[in-house]
């Protein structure tokens, strides 16, 4: 099979030997093929979908119109002239004689010589810059590339290659954190025809999105789209058969590259981010035709690495089109979080200050962990773990196993489902001999590790006051803590299917079955088993606050004035029930639930400083108060 793309769609060349050619033949609607004829090729061509208006000389010499619609079909005997103009996107399937570059054209809507185009026969190209720092996106790019951050789980670049037929030949250039996005992309689009272009000096006066392009100019002396890894389009992909600037309407010119365009969309004007400039802005997305005088324009005008100086003089570029487009510029965070909305970003977990990123692409979970020691951990850990996925590995910064199609036990409330992976856990425990040595450096000094991160970000008088929480007075953590007998934790009972973070969101239920997700890498320096009670105090955790609806902040309600702290938040129905029986199950088993729930508040207090400031210091009252209560 081969792609033939045109000005008007593409032909799909199903099979071309000695005896004919069989082709399916794609035509946008409003678009035409040339008029032209043939001089020894003999065709017939069905409609297969849409609708058409024929031209087609008969034997008279006169050219008939006719409408053509699914089922219909014609047959061109040459020299006899014909064209086909599309009135909806329409679908031919033609059979023909093999002689495949027998086309003299009469007339061309963009003027293409008779005979067979090499350019045609050339796989179009998609540049997509991504070699910035995204610097205006600040701690969100800390450890990896503006390209990388997900919406709805999916990666900004993986939305932007997805807007692309797959057989393009995509180049990508790349610097801050490059080798990720190469890394995220081969695993994700494995037959996809890729070339990764490293950017030197970065850091320099004269880097920029023009000095990024040309350094992909060897790999794209072809038809080729550019566009910006920032610029997330969200109406249908123009098609490439003329050159044409994506814009959109903008009240600040100075903040953008502007265009000036007449009646006819045909562009007469650029101006780069000026008070006086025009009303339209450039917003990172283009369509190259004339190849060649793309790469001239931008090596002979190119300044401070700028890529927009290639179309300060739009008149050289034939029939340059300004195509009104809808976009997002993902490169800042309001836009960004806009973008979120309008796609109903609904994130796998809690956004955390590890800077770990969760995606879900082609039937892979994937996680992005930038502790390579946490990452080989994980992957070591889950040869000691029952009930995961399949295929765990990593490949360098990912982790990546098989996707489960199920749901997690937050998601399903179901009252006999959540009983059954109690008794599921319960029932495979498996208790084992440990070196305990290690207990207090992870119970106790993670603890004040953690405590002393929180006071750096909001003050020591979190640690220090007192406070009146939810209208019932409590002492200070100080206080709270002082009295808190850490020897009581380091005699508890280790099992070998130690889960680290069981909560019921890292629990899915798919192919009627039970799976772990979001394992914890170790337990202290072991990583083939762990404190049973850790596991139990994570489950009491998630049942008292249900940590999937934590992850929207309009279910949470935190006020703050001076000592005063009230907060609130959403709960499951039903959980009340699930806690009664969590608990029941607890004494069965021969646990101690007072050494859960004090666990629990210490987990609470540790996951403070993680997260984002009005859950962060939820956990952290949460804590305190479940401290005392349980005194």
């Known amino acids: ?21 069989y082709k399916r033949i794609y035509i946008n609607a409003g678009f035409k093929t040339s008029y032209q004829y043939h001089e020894k090729k003999l065709e017939t061509n069905y409609i297969a979908e849409g609708k058409a208006e024929v031209w087609l000389e008969n034997e008279d010499g006169v050219v008939e119109k006719f409408i053509a619609n699914k089922g219909d079909f014609f047959t061109v005997v040459p020299p006899r002239k014909h064209r086909v103009i599309a009135i909806t996107d329409t679908v031919l399937q033609e059979v023909s004689t093999p002689e ?37 996106l600040k701690q969100l790019t800390q450890e990896t590339n503006k390209a990388l951050l997900p919406i709805n789980n999916q990666a900004i670049i993986s939305k932007i290659i997805n807007k692309f037929p797959n057989d393009y030949k995509f180049v990508i250039t790349l610097s801050y954190k490059g080798s ?18 490293y950017v030197d000096d970065i850091d320099s006066n004269n880097s920029g999105p023009g000095l990024s392009a040309l350094s992909a100019e060897k790999f794209l002396q072809r038809p080729f789209y550019l566009i910006t890894a920032d610029c997330l389009l969200t109406s249908p992909l123009p098609a490439l058969n003329s050159n044409w ?3 959109h309407p903008t009240s600040y010119p100075e903040k953008y590259s502007t265009v000036q365009f007449d009646k006819e969309n045909t562009i007469t004007n650029f101006v780069n981010k000026s008070q006086e400039g025009f009303q339209n802005a450039f917003i990172g997305i283009a369509g190259i035709t004339d190849y060649e ?69 082609n039937n892979k979970f994937i996680k992005f962990i930038p502790d390579k020691e946490r990452l080989k951990n994980l992957v070591d850990r889950s040869k000691y773990i029952k009930f ?74 979190y640690y220090e006051s007192t406070f009146v929480i ?35 969101d890292n629990v899915l239920y798919g192919n009627s079955k039970f799976y772990y997700i979001d ?33 929207f902040s309009k279910n949470i309600v935190f006020n703050e004035n001076n000592n005063q702290i009230n907060f609130s938040y959403k709960h499951i129905e039903g959980m009340n029930k699930i806690l009664n029986y969590f608990k029941e199950q607890i004494i069965l088993n021969n646990f101690d639930y007072k050494v859960v729930t004090k666990l629990s508040a210490l987990i609470y207090i540790n996951m403070a400083p993680l997260h984002e400031e009005k859950f962060g210091k939820v956990l952290w009252f949460k804590g305190l108060e479940q401290l005392h209560k349980n005194d």
């Not at 809507?109 to 610097?135: C, Q």
């Open 100 to 136: 495949v570059d027998d086309v003299i054209r009469l007339e061309d809507d963009t003027n293409r010589d008779s005979g067979r185009l090499d350019s045609e026969h050339i796989k179009p190209g998609v540049l997509i810059l991504a070699a910035g720092k995204g610097e205006r």
């Open 245 to 247: 600037l994506g814009v």
């Open 388 to 461: 995961l996925p399949e295929n765990v590995h990593h490949t360098g910064s990912f982790l990546v196993y098989d996707w489960v199609e199920g749901s997690t036990l937050y998601e399903l409330n179901e009252i006999d489902l959540f009983k059954d992976f109690i008794n599921l856990y319960f029932s495979n425990i498996e208790l084992v001999d440990q070196n305990k040595k290690d207990l207090k450096k992870f119970y106790e000094d993670k603890t004040k590790e953690r405590i002393n991160a929180f006071v750096e970000i909001y003050g020591k008088d």
């Open 293 to 361: 005088l793309f790469w001239s324009e931008l090596n002979l005008n190119i300044k401070n690495g700028e890529l927009v100086p290639a179309f300060f003089n739009p008149k050289k570029y034939d029939n340059f089109k300004a195509i009104t487009l809808d976009w997002f510029d993902t490169g800042n965070f309001d836009d960004l979080e806009k973008a979120k909305l309008f796609f109903e970003d609904k994130p796998f977990s809690l956004i955390k200050n590890n800077n770990e990123i969760t995606y879900k692409e």
């Open 180 to 197: 990720l996005v190469e890394e995220y992309l081969k695993i994700n689009f494995e037959n996809y025809d890729f070339e990764f272009v």
């Open 1 to 21: 099979m081969n792609i033939i793309y045109k000005p008007w769609g593409k032909e799909v060349w199903l099979e071309l030997n000695d005896k004919y050619c």
């Open 519 to 551: 394992w914890r890498d170790s337990f202290g320096s072991s990583i083939d088993s762990g404190d049973v009670y850790y596991d139990l105090a994570k489950l009491n955790g998630g049942i008292i606050m249900p940590y999937n609806l934590m992850k």
């Open 470 to 504: 939810n209208n019932i007075e409590y002492p200070s953590l100080r206080s709270a803590l002082e009295s808190f007998d850490f020897n009581t934790l380091l005699e508890n009972k280790f099992t070998s299917n130690f889960h680290g973070d069981l909560q019921f």
